[in-house]
């Protein structure tokens, strides 16, 4: 099990132990000290860990820009990352505020990788980032190369299209700080944190989605942030309202672990603000069966899921939980 602490390091546990050593260490290159939402904020493990070792980070630089790096597993020890075998693939130009960095990384079904970056900060995206001639705002597709690099997969939306980044895949996303893929149908699920009055949820079927745009910052959720045009803005499945307590959605998984069976096929998300980890039923354009877990978690700042299916849930408390 590998636990992410936003300051810099990669805790391993085996058998419910922590190891003395960190699996990775980058406190030193990373910059976390002008807001709670910079750090270390993301890794992922392609399909093919055992056999390549390689593996992805995203953290934030001192200028504020993000970057997302490949690193190898150590070929003496396999508890411990192999630090000088760092390649960055990507630099993202974030220079302006310490905010919305996004920073989920996450391999979809047919082994791409997947980026989420927030819009660059501040409140109502003021350099119009929810467009495509930037990465912020968005969430990227890329095919890393064993080498350190990265192609672009030929059938992303943008691709040999004048001034339009060929590594978008989707658009118009104020900070999808969480998303995942549901490991049984393939399905993203995307929780996109809101500014001051609605959190959403997106649902995009397996197969689909390429190029969507999910309307920040002309649109909030449902309601309308700014005049302007938003061309075919998709509608969330799912609107938290800040009235109701909620201030920064906290996007999780589809359970699949067998041993919950009263959870199993339900979307499960929390709040920053809201201690409550509640479940949902998700579909084409629809959200049915909203209730809460039963669960609470203070300050819930993360999900995990392993390869069994288990549940985990970061708090920037401290502690990680385990849905039994």
Not at 96 to 124: M, R
Not at 171 to 200: C, H, M, P
Not at 210 to 222: L, M, R, V
Request: glycine letters at 12%.
């Amino acid at each position: 099990l590998f636990i992410v602490q936003r300051l810099g390091k990669v805790i391993l546990m085996l058998n419910g132990r922590a190891q003395p050593h960190p699996f990775l260490d980058v406190t030193s290159l990373l910059y976390s000290g002008g807001a709670d939402e910079q750090g270390l904020l993301g890794l992922t493990f392609p399909a093919d860990y055992a056999r390549s070792g390689l593996f992805y980070v995203s953290y934030t630089i001192a200028n504020n820009d993000i970057r997302i790096v490949q690193y190898r597993r150590s070929a003496s020890d396999p508890n411990l990352a192999e630090a000088a075998s760092a390649h960055v693939l990507l630099t993202i130009d974030h220079h302006k505020f310490p905010s919305h960095n996004g920073g989920q990384l996450a391999f979809g079904p047919e082994g791409d990788l997947y980026i989420g970056v927030g819009d660059g900060g501040s409140e109502d995206d003021p350099d119009n980032n929810g467009n495509t001639d930037t990465l912020l705002a968005k969430i990227l597709r890329i095919k890393p190369t064993p080498e350190g690099g990265y192609t672009i997969p030929p059938s992303n939306p943008f691709v040999s299209q004048s001034g339009k980044r060929p590594e978008i895949w989707a658009y118009g996303l104020r900070n999808a700080w969480r998303f995942s893929f549901d490991r049984k149908t393939g399905d993203l699920i995307i929780g996109d944190v809101g500014q001051d009055k609605q959190e959403e949820v997106d649902f995009v079927p397996a197969g689909t989605g390429a190029g969507a745009n999910y309307g920040w910052s002309i649109f909030e959720g449902d309601r309308r942030n700014k005049p302007g045009n938003a061309p075919n803005a998709v509608a969330p499945v799912l609107v938290a309202q800040h009235s109701d307590g909620y201030c920064a959605i906290i996007g999780g998984y589809v359970v699949r672990d067998r041993s919950l069976p009263g959870l199993y096929g339900r979307y499960l998300f929390g709040d920053y603000c809201r201690p409550q980890i509640e479940s949902v039923r998700l579909s084409k354009g629809h959200a049915t069966g909203l209730k809460p877990t039963g669960l609470q978690v203070s300050e819930t700042s993360s999900f995990g899921q392993d390869a069994m299916g288990h549940i985990y849930v970061a708090s920037l408390k401290g502690p990680v939980y385990r849905l039994k």
